[in-house]
């Protein structure tokens, strides 16, 4: 049973401060690695995946990925309120079902 | 473009009722998946399916079920409604190719068993 963890509690951050998200996983086979974001009511949308060892930027957001440890991290810069959300890790395991395990999520509570 | 649609989007169910709840996408993608999500928790995988008549299970399926009869369909029914089931259901999709393809979601569907 691939398992993935989001052990953090709600993180709170100044407006303009990095938020840092970090997610471990226990399938070693595990190919792909998504974030995703959730508003309060709303569904999840996409903001980025990684599938490489590494980092991977798009804008103000940086995945870091390191399969040898297991560990998917999201790093926001710049941190704005329309930021304040759940965010998900989500890790898609071999096979091709596409078939993805979620984490708990980690609330950001961006503090204008 | 719609991309994927459910409906409802909010329910009230009597203990023992059944419903179906629908899901339809315009998108063209072979696999679907269904999820419940509760208060706090990340994303439970219900039922998936990776192509018109083929479904399968996922991690919590016990009280459902789904049928696949066209690409763009895939409905997922409550035969007798329980207060477990009282959760926000989400419908998903991808496409076939490509292991870093994403999942696109819909709106969801929150429903309650009362």
């Known amino acids: 049973q691939k398992e993935v963890e989001q052990n953090s509690g709600p993180l709170s951050v100044p407006e303009g401060a990095i938020a840092s998200l970090n997610c471990t996983y226990s399938?070693?086979?595990?190919?792909?690695f998504f974030w995703y974001r959730q508003y309060s009511g709303k569904s999840p949308e996409l903001i980025m995946f990684i599938y490489s060892n590494g980092d991977k930027e798009d804008g103000r957001f940086t995945a870091q990925l390191n399969k040898a440890s297991q560990y998917v991290s999201l790093l926001i810069r710049d941190s704005q309120p329309s930021d304040s959300a759940t965010y998900l890790c989500?890790?898609?395991?071999?096979?091709?079902?596409?078939?993805?395990?979620f984490g708990k999520g980690n609330q950001v509570v961006v503090i204008p | 473009n719609a991309g994927v649609t459910q409906t409802p989007k909010f329910r009230i169910l009597k203990i023992g009722q059944s419903m179906t709840l629908q899901c339809t996408q315009d998108?063209?993608?072979?696999?679907m998946y269904w999820y419940r999500q509760d208060p706090g928790m990340g994303l439970k995988l219900i039922y998936y399916?990776?192509?018109?008549?083929?479904?399968d299970k996922g991690e919590v399926p016990n009280g459902y079920n789904v049928s696949r009869s066209t690409t763009e369909d895939f409905p997922l029914r409550l035969e007798l409604a329980a207060p477990s089931q009282t959760s926000v259901y989400f419908c998903a999709s991808s496409v076939r190719t490509g292991f870093n393809q994403p999942q696109h979601f819909g709106d969801g569907t929150r429903l309650s068993i009362l």
């Open positions: 399938d070693r086979g595990s190919q792909s």
């Open positions: 399916s990776v192509g018109a008549g083929i479904t």
């Open positions: 989500a890790v898609k395991g071999p096979g091709g079902n596409n078939r993805l395990a």
């Open positions: 998108m063209n993608h072979n696999y």
